[in-house]
């Protein structure tokens, strides 16, 4: 890895770290006071659950800021914590309000540093289509997670996240690929089964699946 890599990688990495730090605190000022303050919350009914939402999305944006440093990692790899920095940094916009403003400008850039090659980082997430469309399944979960009621808020938001997690976790486990999937994707499609979309998002992600383990096994040999 040049220098010039190592060094936007390490920005990313400090970026990344400050601008989850700063969302695990917006998260805890939400679930605290939130109702209190709702000009800069924006004004949510379920604090608590958009609260926890938010810190546990900025937990995994500090993981990613941390894992994208590594110098061995592949551009698909680097796609994949590129999007655990940029997706919290635009989901959590939709659920502490202006508190998010200053952890959304660092994690999305911390994102943009995390990656070395456009041209190639497109070319292996057209390769690996299952991965992306299984990730925004995962982050379709948590915008709908965001506007529901506290427990599905909190079944949703953590779905979304294994959902994520079963596209770009480097395993080629398909006993956690598929656990994760069923995790994800079963009790909130359950719970929410007077509507539409979560029992959508359950079936295209167990079709999904079936592409994904298949790439992992491909990987493996």
């Avoid at 920095?85 to 659920?95: H, Y």
């Avoid at 294994?162 to 398909?174: D, Q």
Wanted: proline fraction near 4%; aromatic fraction near 4%.
């Amino acid at each position: 890895m040049s220098t010039r890599s190592s060094g936007r990688h390490g920005l990313a990495r400090r970026l990344g770290t400050v601008g989850a730090v700063l969302g695990v605190a917006a998260g805890l000022i939400q679930v605290t006071v939130g109702s209190r303050i709702p000009a800069w919350t924006g004004a949510k009914d379920a604090t608590t659950g958009l609260g926890l939402l938010t810190v546990a999305l900025s937990v995994l944006a500090g993981l990613a800021a941390v894992r994208q440093s590594r110098p061995e990692l592949s551009p698909l790899a680097r796609a994949g914590w590129a999007v655990g920095l940029i997706g919290p940094g635009l989901l959590c916009l939709s659920t502490v309000g202006r508190l998010w403003y200053l952890p959304a400008v660092l994690l999305v850039a911390a994102g943009w540093l995390a990656i070395d090659s456009w041209q190639e980082t497109a070319a292996a997430l057209v390769e690996n289509w299952h991965r992306v469309l299984l990730s925004v399944l995962g982050g379709l979960q948590l915008l709908m997670a965001a506007g529901a009621s506290p427990a599905l808020m909190v079944i949703g938001g953590l779905g979304g996240v294994a959902l994520i997690a079963a596209a770009w976790l480097p395993t080629t486990s398909r006993a956690l690929v598929g656990g994760l999937v069923v995790v994800g994707t079963v009790p909130f499609a359950v719970l929410g089964a007077t509507a539409v979309v979560p029992v959508l998002v359950a079936v295209m992600a167990g079709w999904l699946t079936v592409f994904a383990v298949r790439g992992r096994s491909a990987d493996a040999h």
